[in-house]
């Protein structure tokens, strides 16, 4: 466990972020997620208003996920700007089936437009939010993770970057304690975590706009769910297969999609056990997304834990 003391590792932290950065200013980049966004109050406790906090519409995020971060960070005098490239990360993501080549291509885009941020706001450094279990897996070679580059002998120049990270050295359990200390809110201190390439990498297949927002719909009904019946996986979420299957609707037939519900426990994400979901809470997730989204015809739950499989599925 590297966080001793939850005080004097802030303390520090924010030490190295000002002496980093100096009067100029830093970006930062916020998905909502836990790691983010209690990077961006780290870095906006060290040095104010030199902190710009961006979150990156990418099309690939939780349902009105940027206008919430927006009204939510305000609470705590921190000022979101929300740049839109949602196009850019399309075009990118176009034709990509396999997971790796999706991975490094979102990756890519992301450093691309930080980049453009970057030169936009005239900000020296980016602070961003990656911590031990994204870098552990991406040089293990499990996958590519979007926020890692200098680990893996990338340099963050290639794309105009100063990179600090802040959190690098810590676990989610350990980011939450950070959060908690830091006065953070507690819907997301304790927030489900939401990987950077967001609903990228649970869409099995070819990454499109409408795919996404299939999967964006079902994405709010397990949340949903989950939430009413009072259970708090580490991460409960719904997956858009490639596969398609035959059902019946209206006496007829019908080809559809499928969606997979996929909840598990874990206090490190390196490993992770599957969520007892109650069965009646499964049937009510079934119902709701065969009814609200009537382009899916089966809804699966998976129940294998991590190892052998991962715990998102690209
Ligand atoms: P896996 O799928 O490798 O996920 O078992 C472990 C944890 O990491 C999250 N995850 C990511 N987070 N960028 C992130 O910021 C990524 O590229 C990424 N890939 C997976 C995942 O949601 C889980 O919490």
Known sequence: MALRNVKEYISKRMKEI??????KKALIATSGGVDSVTCAVLTHKAIGKNAIVLFIDDGL?????????????????????????????FKALKGLEDPEEKRKAFRDTFYKSLGKAVRMTGASFMIQGTIAADIKETRAGVKTQHNVLQQIGISPEKYGLRILEPLKDLYKFEVRMVARALGIQPEYSERMPFPGPGLATRVVG????HRVATLRKATVIVEEEIK???????????VLLKDKATGVKKGKRAFGEIIVVRSVDSKNAITA???????KVLEKIQKRINLEIPDVIKVLFDITPKPPSTIEYI
């Open 273 to 279: 056990k599957v969520t007892r979901i109650p069965w």
């Open 18 to 23: 000002v002496s980093a950065v100096g009067k």
């Open 61 to 89: 995020m939780r349902q009105n996920e940027g206008q919430k971060v927006k009204k939510d960070m305000a609470k705590s005098g921190i000022k979101v700007k929300i740049m839109n490239v949602q196009a850019d990360f």
């Open 228 to 238: 009413k019946a009072r259970i708090k996986p580490f991460q409960g979420f719904a």
């Open 206 to 209: 070819e990454v499109t706009p």
